[in-house]
């Protein structure tokens, strides 16, 4: 089982970054995705989810407006799209799986977990 996270680097506030999570090694469309950021120094923080189907989504307070889950079960890929990025934004941010239940920000609390992918808002 894999979730590789991609997309991430170093923008300016104000722009705009896409992440991208490739599943492998399980039935990805079976299972609830979730994005989860941690920042240096903090807890991990949840940030979005969405449902087998792709028909609901969920963020967080933070970033709603901002940011956009999606995914492509035909290609086994969790997409977030983060616009406006502030630097509060920075933080190393996790694809995750999970087969029920509300989306939270502990690992323990799904299935599957990535190994992340570095987001850095500066000018």
């Known amino acids: 089982v894999q979730l590789v996270e991609s997309g991430g680097g170093m923008v300016q506030p104000g722009g705009s970054l896409r992440l991208s999570c490739a599943a492998s090694g399980f039935t990805f469309s079976s299972y609830d995705m979730s994005w989860v950021r941690q920042a240096p120094g903090k807890g991990p923080e949840w940030v979005s989810a969405?449902?087998?189907?792709?028909?609901?989504?969920y963020y967080a307070d933070s970033v709603k407006g901002r940011f956009t889950i999606s995914r492509d079960n035909a290609k086994n890929t969790l997409y977030l799209q983060m616009n406006s990025l502030k630097p509060e934004d920075a933080a190393v941010y996790f694809c995750?799986?999970?087969?029920?239940?509300?989306?939270?920000?502990?690992?323990?609390?799904?299935?599957?977990w990535g190994r992340g992918t570095q987001v850095t808002v500066s000018s």
């Open positions: 969405i449902n087998t189907g792709g028909g609901s989504t």
């Open positions: 995750a799986a999970k087969t029920f239940g509300w989306p939270t920000s502990s690992q323990f609390d799904y299935n599957y």
